[in-house]
């Protein structure tokens, strides 16, 4: 079936350490996004690709970083310098028409939930 | 800047109708969305209006759009105990690069 996988769905981090989410679709998507998601909270664009090999920072990007050398891939870090990552990440992707993906809807995977140790 | 604003709860009756409301700042937007999200996972997609119709109906969802006052509705008829979730209502403009804007979320709350 066609969708958006998130792995892990629950990760501990140690403080000083690095962590890596992963987001995987197999929906040729062009463009893919991930949100952070806070109790009682909307979602925060944190970073977001409509291309492989770009990307753009979105709302919250510090202490954050992406890579997309495959366009069914967008992984997410959480590095030590962001000081309060305990939150539930989404990831999501999006076609494009023409090239744009402007007006495309979104569509989300499940979802990591991230705790401090 | 943008912003879109959702009331927090709501709660119904089992077979009654829910209206979830939504209000949006930004007169450009072209695509107002509204997703569902259950305990513990991701947003679904549940419909999306394009800014030029009023009125979208997809089996038991209808959407009200009034652009006028920026307004926008999402009614579920015959509300069932499998549609107690949190909604979002998300909008989207010309300038917004494809990234959405959403809401705080309504929580839907569904009594026997």
């Known amino acids: 079936d066609g969708g958006i996988t998130q792995s892990p769905k629950y990760l501990f981090r140690k403080e000083g350490q690095n962590v890596t989410l992963s987001c995987e679709q197999n929906l040729n998507h062009d463009a893919m996004y991930w949100y952070r998601q806070d109790p009682g909270q909307g979602l925060r664009l944190i970073y977001y690709?409509?291309?492989?090999?770009?990307?753009q920072k979105g709302d919250i990007a510090e202490g954050y970083s992406v890579s997309r050398e495959k366009k069914e891939s967008f992984p997410l870090t959480v590095t030590s310098a962001q000081k309060n990552p305990t939150a539930f990440y989404l990831c999501?992707?999006?076609?494009?028409?023409?090239?744009?993906?402007?007006?495309?809807?979104?569509?989300f995977g499940d979802g990591t939930r991230l705790s401090i140790l | 800047g943008e912003d879109v604003e959702q009331s927090l709860f709501l709660s119904v009756r089992e077979g009654d109708s829910s209206v979830i409301n939504c209000t949006y700042t930004?007169?450009?937007?072209?695509?107002l969305y509204w997703y569902k999200q259950e305990p513990g996972a991701g947003l679904q997609l549940l419909t999306y209006i394009f800014s030029n119709m009023d009125m979208k109906q997809d089996q038991r969802l209808t959407v009200l759009l009034n652009k006028k006052d920026k307004h926008l509705s999402l009614r579920i008829a015959d509300t069932q105990t499998g549609d107690s979730a949190i909604y979002f209502c998300?909008?989207?403009?010309?300038?917004?690069?494809?990234?959405?804007?959403f809401g705080k979320g309504t929580k839907l709350s569904v009594k026997p």
């Open positions: 690709s409509q291309i492989v090999n770009d990307f």
């Open positions: 999501a992707s999006s076609n494009s028409d023409r090239g744009r993906v402007r007006n495309q809807p979104q569509h």
């Open positions: 998300a909008e989207s403009n010309e300038g917004s690069q494809g990234n959405l804007i």
């Open positions: 930004d007169s450009s937007s072209t695509y």
